[in-house]
């Protein structure tokens, strides 16, 4: 790191920190401020900053710590991101993941300055904010990224290695939605979703990695597999926490192996489209499981539509539960 963890913090204090987040506390002691916790909602003062200490801690929901760990909570990001998000020196010249990680904070950072990207997200139903901190969802406005690294020290070189701009230095993604994909911890490549018509889809060069959020999932005893990110997010928000995400119907050998270790039962949901070309592979998916000795099942949704568009449209918990019960092998 371009500073160690301790000199870090000691250069931004906690309560200076807060109060650019637009945190308002008031003196309770000689080195301690109270106001309203910023992790959860609640009406009654009970988030506490020693200033002495640099710590935090609310009596409301139990979590403390210092700048860091508030980082962590606040933004959903792995410690690494977090030093990376307060420190952009950090980011060395030979590690393109570490630029990767630099551009997903910055990402995330653009996204609550665009209201245009902003309503595009309400308009596919994505509305819980703590999920998408969670995600690390960001959003890249394009012609800005190349101007931030390059001033954090990365050079070209490393940003055509990473794949963040193309030959001609231009950023690789414009007006899109971005999603980080990580293993281990790091970031090992971005998704961009197009918040226009055309080019919908795009990955950075590289693996998409394993099954997204597999960490999450591995020991249940029943997976949900959808095939896009914007599907994976509507089933969390509606209170489905099994599920992962192949990153379209193909999967590879890293993330079928994932799927056959343990024991489980597999439910696929892909698009139903009008060429059936969802449909098709959910079924061959979910006879090649069978034949590896994992339970497969299929939930069919309704015509020309996914898991996201069905609860855009209306659908809700109770009626996509009652789809999964009457899923056919």
């Given at each position: 790191?371009?500073?160690?963890?301790?000199?870090?913090?000691?250069?931004?204090?906690?309560?200076?920190?807060?109060r650019?987040q637009?945190w308002?506390?008031?003196?309770?002691?000689?080195?301690?401020?109270?106001?309203?916790?910023?992790?959860?909602?609640?009406?009654?003062?009970?988030?506490?900053?020693?200033?002495?200490?640099?710590?935090?801690?609310?009596?409301?929901?139990?979590?403390?710590?210092?700048?860091?760990?508030?980082v962590?909570?606040?933004?959903?990001?792995?410690?690494?991101?977090?030093?990376?998000?307060?420190?952009?020196?950090?980011v060395?010249?030979?590690?393109?993941?570490?630029?990767?990680e630099?551009?997903?904070?910055?990402?995330?950072?653009q996204?609550?300055?665009?209201?245009?990207?902003?309503?595009?997200?309400?308009?596919?139903?994505?509305?819980?904010?703590?999920?998408?901190?969670?995600?690390?969802?960001?959003?890249?406005?394009?012609?800005?990224?190349?101007r931030?690294?390059?001033?954090?020290?990365?050079?070209?070189?490393?940003?055509?290695?990473?794949?963040?701009?193309?030959?001609?230095?231009?950023?690789?993604?414009?007006?899109?939605?971005?999603?980080?994909?990580?293993?281990?911890?790091?970031?090992?490549?971005?998704?961009?979703?197009?918040?226009?018509?055309?080019?919908?889809?795009?990955?950075?060069?590289g693996?998409?990695?394993?099954?997204?959020?597999?960490?999450?999932?591995?020991?249940?005893?029943?997976?949900?597999?959808?095939?896009?990110?914007?599907?994976?997010?509507?089933?969390?928000?509606?209170?489905?926490?099994?599920?992962?995400?192949?990153?379209?119907?193909?999967?590879?050998?890293?993330?079928?192996?994932q799927?056959c270790?343990?024991?489980r039962?597999?439910?696929?949901?892909?698009?139903?489209?009008?060429?059936?070309?969802?449909?098709?592979?959910?079924?061959?998916?979910?006879?090649?499981?069978?034949?590896?000795?994992i339970?497969a099942?299929?939930?069919?949704?309704?015509?020309?539509?996914?898991?996201?568009?069905?609860?855009?449209?209306?659908?809700?918990?109770?009626?996509?539960?009652?789809?999964?019960?009457?899923?056919?092998?």
């Amino acid at each position: 790191m371009g500073e160690d963890v301790e000199t870090l913090k000691r250069r931004v204090p906690l309560l200076e920190y807060l109060r650019r987040q637009n945190w308002t506390g008031r003196p309770a002691g000689r080195w301690e401020y109270v106001g309203l916790c910023p992790l959860h909602e609640e009406t009654r003062p009970s988030f506490y900053v020693n200033t002495r200490k640099n710590v935090f801690y609310c009596h409301g929901c139990g979590r403390g710590g210092d700048l860091i760990d508030f980082v962590q909570l606040s933004r959903g990001l792995s410690f690494r991101q977090s030093l990376t998000y307060l420190d952009p020196q950090s980011v060395a010249e030979s590690d393109s993941s570490a630029a990767l990680e630099q551009a997903a904070a910055f990402y995330q950072q653009q996204l609550d300055r665009c209201r245009e990207a902003m309503c595009y997200l309400q308009r596919r139903g994505v509305r819980d904010a703590v999920l998408i901190r969670e995600l690390g969802i960001g959003y890249a406005p394009g012609g800005s990224l190349r101007r931030h690294l390059t001033a954090q020290g990365c050079s070209f070189a490393m940003l055509r290695r990473a794949g963040l701009i193309n030959a001609q230095g231009a950023d690789a993604f414009y007006r899109r939605i971005i999603f980080p994909l990580s293993q281990d911890e790091h970031v090992i490549n971005l998704y961009g979703r197009s918040i226009e018509a055309a080019f919908a889809h795009r990955f950075l060069p590289g693996s998409k990695g394993s099954l997204y959020a597999w960490e999450k999932v591995e020991h249940c005893s029943e997976v949900i597999l959808v095939e896009g990110l914007f599907d994976y997010v509507a089933l969390r928000q509606a209170g489905f926490h099994n599920v992962t995400c192949s990153l379209g119907t193909h999967l590879n050998d890293d993330q079928f192996r994932q799927l056959c270790t343990g024991s489980r039962t597999v439910y696929v949901t892909f698009d139903v489209d009008a060429n059936r070309s969802g449909q098709q592979a959910a079924e061959q998916l979910a006879h090649r499981l069978g034949t590896h000795g994992i339970p497969a099942r299929r939930i069919l949704l309704p015509e020309r539509h996914d898991p996201n568009s069905f609860f855009v449209e209306g659908g809700d918990a109770r009626h996509f539960q009652c789809l999964l019960e009457a899923a056919q092998p």
